[in-house]
């Protein structure tokens, strides 16, 4: 996060946006190909997509499914994770398949859970949720490895029982690497959303885009991307300052 | 008070590295009100022997005993200064002070007036509501030695409290826990590599040797309480002084 967020840099940022907006412009209008609207088409179909109604059935539709999917994920990754980190012998015989799970594209994986569960909503949610889930579980596992011994030993010191040892050290130290591991892991939710929209059930945001791929209609697949792009940007942007908000009161920084 | 008989102890190795003798038969009594310094070396075991009393650690063979009863774990009797402080870094003064009494479920107005009680006696008047990380290594210490203090416990285990802080600010704690040594009569056992800080503060001091440690020789400085401010010119002080060094100096040159 660029912290120096002074007007110059404002003005910089805007500076960026509008030579990509220019030159996008000029390379729409010396194509001759369908593919590639220019930038004010694509533009004039996002009025179009944000003053319809359409675009935010889509999202509605979209969203539920990636905020179901993504509280499944925390929900079931951060337990496991802390779990793991806390008893790492066990947790050794899991390595090899969570490394597994965070190495292989989850998109190969995804026709898979489609043929077990189904294309109605929960399989939605559960294909977004494992999506989010190996990055969550191998974070919530860091965190728990990185809390300072020496803490644990003051609180035993004191008399803490192992339910307090969680709560006053475990997860406190913990709470920062936590709310990373939900800010990266929303943001393969949202990979998720996308791709099993596009690959296989067309509800949605896929199904929008589905639908104009196959009207040949351009200038609204790129509007509706850039739809995705902001709603993806604005949950990181929003994760981060909640993350900074809870970091400055639970952490210290030397 | 304290009672240690023949204490041994054995650090396990890991399977690479083989197994380390740390105590080779202690003996140590601690008279209730008596300030004992147990000196030795780096690295001789002195930090494994206030552990095990700490009930942090277990040991092999031996007796050790406070109030008669064998250490079976932390106890309420005990409390712990350590030496890099550990102190919450999320919390503020006030709630690293009373972190004892919480895990002992102590109503937060009592120990919120327990804590600002000894936040007056060690003299953080106005840091309150400061983070360990806003605060001098001296003062750390002093919220590590208000927490110890707050759960009023009977035993004082100093674990080579003032080894990283500098000449002067060490001087200035040495003298506070001699205050409240001589205020509050409570037993304190020091660990510490410092000849100067063992001659100073202890009534008796105890010698180990070089892992593994035994004790080597045990003491009675016979300097007067409460300890005069011109102790450092006293002919007995420099002669134990003198003394201590030549014996560890001999340890160690083996």
Known sequence: MSAGAGPRAAVLRLAGGLVIAVAWEVAGRASTSLLLPSFLETMRALAALLTGGALWRALWASNQTLIAGFAAATALGIPLGLALGRWPNP??????????????????????????????????????????VPVIVQCARAAVRQVDPRLLDAARAFGATPAQQWRTVRLPAALPSLLVAARLGLARAVEGMVVVELLLVAVGIGGLLLDFQGRFDAPSVYAVMLVVMAEAATLTVAGRALERRLSHVAVDRD | MISIVGCRKTHRGDGRQPPVPVLDGVDLEVRPHEFVAVLGPSGCGKTTLLRILAGLEGWDSGEVRVHGRPVSGPGTDRALVFQDFALLPW???????????????????????????????????????????????????????????A?????????????????????????????????????????????????????????????????????????????????????????????????????TSR
Do not use: C
């Open chain 2, 91 to 149: 919390a503020t003064v006030t709630d690293n002070i009373a972190f004892g009494l919480e895990l002992r479920g102590v109503a937060r107005a009592e120990r919120t007036a327990v804590a600002n009680r000894l936040i007056d006696r060690v003299g953080l008047n106005g840091f309150a509501r400061h983070y360990p990380h806003q605060l001098s290594g001296g003062m750390q210490q002093r919220v590590g030695l208000a927490r110890a203090l």
């Open chain 2, 151 to 251: 759960v009023e416990p009977e035993i004082l285990l100093l674990d080579e409290p003032f080894g990283s802080l500098d000449s002067l600010t060490r001087r200035g704690l040495q003298e506070d826990v001699l205050r409240l040594h001589h205020e509050t009569r409570k037993t304190v056992l020091l660990v510490t590599h410092s000849v100067d800080e063992a001659a100073r503060l202890g009534d008796r001091v105890v010698l180990l040797g070089p892992r593994p440690a035994r004790v080597i020789e045990t003491i009675e400085t016979g300097l007067p309480r409460p300890r005069p401010d011109d102790i450092g010119s006293d002919r007995r002080f420099v002669a134990l002084k003198e003394h201590l060094w030549n014996r560890l100096k001999a340890l």
């Open chain 1, 91 to 132: 947790a050794r015989w899991a390595d090899p398949y969570l490394n597994l799970l965070l190495v292989v594209p989850t998109t190969a994986l995804v026709p898979i859970l489609l043929i077990v569960g189904g294309a109605g909503f929960a399989a939605r949610a559960a294909v977004v949720a494992s999506f989010a």
